[in-house]
């Protein structure tokens, strides 16, 4: 009993000591400070995209989605990935065009404005009601929101980043007289009248009620749709008889119809669809209502009773017309009920008098999936219409060229299907779809970095004369370049194998990737699997050979560094090799191929420096092929009891002395020349370690396995590494062990853990061999001496699908395992210890999907390759030393060069009043500001030249203030005529002709005279009916009349306000000219006279 208690105080004063002396050691190993997952590349439209915006200022498109993602695309393979905190859809997408800004409102009414310099949210708010429409004044930081309860408020976004809500504000009984109209509206469409300078604004209810409303003169414009209402005197009467004899239905869609705001095409729920006529001649006061027979025009896509709603419309004016509406409506729905899913688009046609509508031309748009929203691409090139961009699902783009959509008003009145094309994307991986991928780092390998650059160059020139028929229309972004094209090195590729055998290389380098050179599948030479889907890539940095590996068991090899003179090809098939010439041309050239097996090739690995290519096949046999003599080394036979394929395949060279392994490194060159020895590891998914020797023979007749069945998935060999950390955890064990045991320690046991503990003559390589529920981790010597106990086993609690290792530095190694679920899990090495946990979800959006694993790469320097559907991303596992060059170097989603010269163009143009135009030289600037990129003259619309400060003062108040505490009874006393002041125009002064006196003694009037005093006349008392006149309310309501006074004086304190302004800048720019006068006079009194 005293010995037991003795031995068990032994054990844990033991067992605390080698605690301490591995944390001791653990101390180079992976933290979670060194850990920071972030997205370098993302690349593809989600799946899940369900909304379309479109800056045509800046070039730039944003694609919503239903998971809170907002992928933004520009040119030159420029694309960016925002992701909203709330993973929910977005109902609203739209720019603040050309200000650098996007804003996105969700299902859940949360309002965001995101900052596409910085990639992240500016500022937010969220919206107490149910929103229901929302648009943008262009070129403004001004957006109107409408809600379910018939609200229209009014938002800016600050340049500082807040976003505010002003107090303007209109609801549907603001614009009524009798209290039984429905107060309680949902507001379905809110438009800015183009050419009106944001002081317009349509409001449709979804009753049928549309309103344009006039934000200057705070009165109804014009009244439309609803069958009951009309306009008189400014505002809208229940007590009229309708328009027209028209049901009462509900608005879906609705969109101008017209260049200058003159026609509106409002889409129902019926199928219908109207064109009402707006107009936009004479003042509110004096605005009349116009004949209600031609106020609206019905246009219907199919004679069918039950037809399907208008959902979307989207409207472009013909550029060869003189008539603002003619021009091009894009419906979708409207058509019968079980009809194809088609786009329509309808060329139209106005009579002179705009009494008239005839359609000249009908097209139809078939769709590849379901329709998800269309966007107008207008040209960058004035006069030449818009493109048609319509997405979708799931997330696939179509585009119709302009030419294409011109050319309907040619087909006179004939139906035809309008042919679309695809998209361009970056990386493929549908059309063809992606079946290999590899994430390769050219660290150090110089000379491959500089042949590839020289085929990137090449096939550049041959493609640009491709691009020459069309480009493509989103051309916006920046490119940031850190280093001079002369000095630039490729330090990381993406190499990607295809279903149709062919293989494509980018340069990963930088967050935009650049495509280096298309290899495709070998056509001109009848070799059996030459365009068989690539199952497995590798290639070698020291003599930059790609081998790539087909599911059919044919090895190509192609030399990156092709000469001219090189034209062999040898095709080796069994025991028969046979040399063929081959084409010159400017990509990597096929210099071999080897088809020796009927099976799909798992894994590539070059050894000896690229002299030897092994290739280990699915049926369990490897193949040793030497690079030099194109020829077979030797075959393996199939591994003995092959119950499942081969999964990983991996080669060591140690040295043999004295029954001891080192590294080769360790020792001299006599010694490497007498004992180095090569072995090869291969492993099979039922988690079988078997070992081969340089010359074709197994070690050990009975592979290492593990007890339990398993199912493996990958093998890594961890080089370099320090041991002794996992050797105590093993020691450890067996400490305890014998504390809990009633035996002592045997000899054999002891002479194992003394062997373990020493450890320093043996070779510091590991073998982890990963399994779907276990990580086993064996010392390199174990394995070859037929050992079959790991050296460290931990559990796994999910089912594992993909793993890979990476390297922070030369002490600090990671083990990152993909599970089912989507979890992401990073562990240190050797140790095997959990770092850091997150998933899919929370980096990406993305949701596991069945053999995801297979497309997965990663690279030593902790970046991983994925593909989910058409996205491609690369993820970094470790913190940066230079967290703002890693920021930097992604590329800007906005160009300020090109929007300062826009706003400097903007700004020219409003101070010279030039309204017809930009001014031609001006123009001419903007071309040079995009080098690179063709056909950005800018088409900047009317309400953009003329800028938006007058909205700052109206938004600011609320067009139907509350009604005042103190009301006025007595109206018959209201003396002050405030409508009788007219700053802004010339001051009238009557002068009689038959006195020259009275005109001097006028012009001598004091300007405040002038200002205040419209002529000598005191002010008189006014009527009654001249007050109700003149406000256009009821006697009885005081409180409006008060209203209207108190509006009149702060408009009359505006006017004050310019004129002061007006003031101060002509005296700074008469001192900023006497300034210049003086200097000029400084000047020339210095000159000499031989310089006069």
Not at 522 to 546: A, F, I
Not at 978 to 984: A, N, P, Q, R
Request: hydrophobic share 35%; aromatic share 6%.
């Amino acid at each position: 009993m005293f010995a037991k208690k003795l031995l068990h105080k032994a054990t844990k004063h033991h067992h605390h000591h080698l605690q301490q002396q591995q944390q001791q050691n653990l101390k180079g190993c992976l933290t979670p400070d060194d850990l920071d997952f972030r997205i370098a590349v993302h690349y593809g439209i989600p799946s899940t995209a369900s909304i379309l915006a479109f800056d045509p200022i800046q070039r730039v498109l944003a694609i919503g989605t239903l998971d809170g993602r907002i992928k933004v695309i520009g040119g030159d393979n420029i694309e960016g990935l925002l992701i909203s905190p709330k993973q929910i859809p977005f109902k609203y997408l739209e720019f603040l065009s050309n200000k650098g800004f996007l804003v996105s409102i969700s299902n859940d009414n949360d309002i965001q404005v995101w900052n596409l310099e910085n990639r992240s949210v500016a500022s937010s708010m969220q919206w107490s009601s149910t929103i229901t429409s929302f648009s943008v004044i262009y070129g403004s930081f001004f957006m109107y929101v409408g809600d379910d309860n018939g609200l229209m408020s009014v938002l800016k976004h600050e340049e500082d980043g807040e976003l505010l809500l002003l107090p303007y504000h209109l609801s549907a009984k603001s614009f009524t007289a009798e209290s039984s109209f429905p107060d309680r509206q949902t507001v379905v469409g809110v438009l800015h009248q183009p050419c009106s300078s944001g002081n317009r604004v349509l409001i449709a209810y979804e009753s049928g009620l549309i309103i344009l409303w006039d934000i200057f003169e705070a009165q109804v414009v014009v009244v439309r749709g609803d069958k009951v209402l009309e306009l008189k005197d400014g505002v809208v009467d229940c007590s009229g008889q309708p328009e027209h004899d028209l049901e009462e239905k509900e608005i879906t869609a609705l969109c101008w119809a017209s260049s200058n705001g003159t026609v509106v095409a409002v889409g129902y729920i019926d199928g219908d669809i109207m064109f009402w006529k707006t107009s936009t001649t004479g003042s509110g006061k004096k605005q009349k209502t116009a004949s209600s027979n031609n106020n609206v025009v019905r246009l219907q896509l199919s004679s069918a009773k039950r037809k399907l709603p208008v959902i979307v419309l989207h409207w472009s004016a013909n550029t060869k017309s003189q008539n603002d509406g003619d021009g091009q409506l894009f419906v979708y729905g409207g058509d019968e009920i079980g009809s194809e899913e088609v786009l329509t688009v309808l060329s139209l046609e106005w009579s002179p008098g705009m009494e008239t509508l005839r359609c000249v031309g009908r097209a139809e748009i078939s769709l590849i999936g379901s329709f998800a929203d269309m966007s107008l691409l207008p040209s960058a090139i004035n006069n030449h219409g818009a493109d048609l961009l319509v997405l979708t699902s799931p997330g696939h783009l179509q585009i119709v060229n302009h030419k294409n959509l011109s050319a309907l008003t040619t087909e006179h009145e004939k139906r035809i299907t309008l042919s679309s094309l695809d998209c361009p994307v970056v990386v493929p991986t549908l059309n063809p779809v992606l079946s290999a991928a590899k994430l390769i780092s050219l660290v150090g390998s110089e000379n491959t970095s500089k042949f590839l650059l020289e085929i990137a160059t090449n096939v550049k020139v041959n493609a640009t004369q491709k691009l020459a028929e069309g480009s493509w229309p989103i051309s916006g972004g920046i490119v940031h370049q850190f280093t001079s094209p002369d000095g630039y090195v490729i330090e990381t590729i993406y190499v990607a194998g295809y279903m149709d055998g062919s293989v494509r290389i980018w340069d990963a380098t930088s967050p935009v990737l650049s495509v280096l050179c298309v290899i495709g599948g070998m056509k001109d030479v009848e070799v059996s699997g030459s365009t068989s889907p690539v199952s497995e890539l590798n290639l070698c940095s020291s003599t930059s050979q790609l081998a790539v590996g087909s599911q059919l068991g044919l090895i190509r090899v192609y030399n990156l560094n092709s000469s001219p003179n090189e034209t062999d090809r040898h095709i080796v098939t069994g025991i028969k090799q046979e040399v063929h010439k081959q084409p010159q041309g400017g990509g990597p050239a096929c210099i071999a191929s080897f088809h020796l097996l009927d099976s799909p090739v798992q894994a590539l690995q070059y050894i000896d420096h690229g002299a030897k290519l092994a290739a280990a096949h699915e049926c369990g046999r490897v193949a040793v092929l030497d690079m030099n003599s194109f020829s077979v080394s030797f075959l393996t036979e199939s591994l003995p009891n092959l119950s499942s394929p081969v999964i990983s395949m991996a080669w060591k060279s140690f040295l043999y002395d004295g029954g001891r392994v080192k590294s080769p490194k360790d020792a001299g060159p006599k010694s490497l020349d007498k004992n180095l020895e090569k072995l090869m590891f291969v492993s099979t998914k039922d988690a079988k370690l078997y070992v081969f020797d340089g010359n074709n023979r197994m070690i050990n007749s009975k592979p290492t396995q593990l007890k339990k069945d398993t199912t493996a998935i990958s093998m890594h060999i961890i080089e370099g590494s320090s041991t002794s950390s996992v050797e105590q955890k093993e020691s450890t064990q067996l400490t305890k062990d014998v504390a809990a045991g009633n035996e002592p320690t045997s000899e054999i046991d002891q002479h194992k853990t003394e062997h373990i503990n020493s450890g320093h003559n043996a070779m510091d390589s590991l073998i982890l061999l990963c399994c779907n529920d276990a990580l086993c981790l064996y010392r390199l010597k174990s394995v070859v001496q037929g050992n079959e106990k790991p050296l460290l086993k931990v559990k796994l609690e999910k089912h594992c699908c993909w793993t890979s290792t990476f390297r922070k530095d030369e002490k600090s190694f990671g083990l990152v395992l993909l599970y089912q679920t989507g979890e992401l899990e990073i562990r240190s090495l050797p140790d095997l210890e959990l770092v850091k946990v997150t998933s899919l979800m929370s980096v990406l959006r993305w949701s596991y999907k069945a053999n995801m694993q297979r497309t997965m790469c990663a690279a030593e320097n902790g970046q991983i390759a994925m593909i989910n559907g058409s996205e491609v991303a690369l993820l970094s596992l470790l913190k940066s030393d230079d967290d703002l060059r890693v920021t930097e170097s992604f590329p800007s989603l906005h160009d300020k060069v090109l929007a300062a010269a826009v706003e400097a163009v903007i700004s020219s143009s409003h101070n010279q009043k030039k309204k017809q135009g930009i001014p031609r030289a001006l123009v001419n600037v903007l071309k040079g500001f995009k080098g690179g990129k063709p056909n950005n003259n800018i088409n900047v619309s009317e309400d953009f030249k003329y800028g938006f400060s007058n909205l700052d003062g109206i938004f600011s108040r609320n067009p139907f203030p509350d009604p005042l505490e103190s009301n006025i009874n007595n109206q018959e006393d209201v003396e002050l005529d405030i409508d009788d002041i007219e700053i802004d125009e010339p001051v009238s002064i009557s002068i009689p002709t038959s006195s020259n006196t009275k005109q001097k003694e006028e012009g001598k009037r004091s300007d405040r005279e002038m200002l205040f005093d419209g002529d000598d006349d005191e002010p008189r008392v006014r009527t009654r009916e001249e007050i109700i006149a003149k406000y256009r309310k009821n006697a009885g309501d005081a409180s409006s009349v008060a209203a209207q006074a108190r509006n009149k004086l702060l408009e009359r304190q505006e006017k004050l306000e310019r004129i002061s302004k007006r003031t101060q800048d002509l005296n700074n720019e008469a001192e900023d000219f006497a300034s210049l006068a003086n200097e000029l006079v400084k000047a020339m009194e210095r000159r000499k006279w031989w310089q006069i």
